[in-house]
């Protein structure tokens, strides 16, 4: 299952930078690896908080955290 979701998050990644949307010095491999650590992490240990304010805090910067590392200029 976590290959899937990498390989998922590999197309997104091509699929965006086709568009001109990533950081030119964007390192593809790394960052899927990145992405789904990030956010896998993040959202197992805001899901132990067991405090739903607390979840979604977490999950609107993990966003802001992804989105910053991924596209140029776009969280800004």
């Given amino acids: ?6 390989s998922a998050i ?8 086709e ?3 990533c950081r030119r010095d964007l390192d593809r491999e790394m960052a899927s690896f990145v992405v789904l ?4 992490w993040n959202s197992a240990q805001a899901y132990l908080a067991g405090d739903d ?16 590392y991924l596209f140029a200029g776009e969280a800004e």
């Fill in 1 to 6: 299952m976590r290959e899937r979701i990498r």
């Fill in 10 to 17: 590999d197309e997104f990644i091509a699929a965006v930078a």
């Fill in 19 to 21: 568009e001109g949307l």
């Fill in 37 to 40: 650590n990030t956010v896998q």
């Fill in 53 to 68: 304010r607390f979840r979604d805090a977490a999950a609107h910067a993990t966003a802001e955290i992804v989105a910053r």
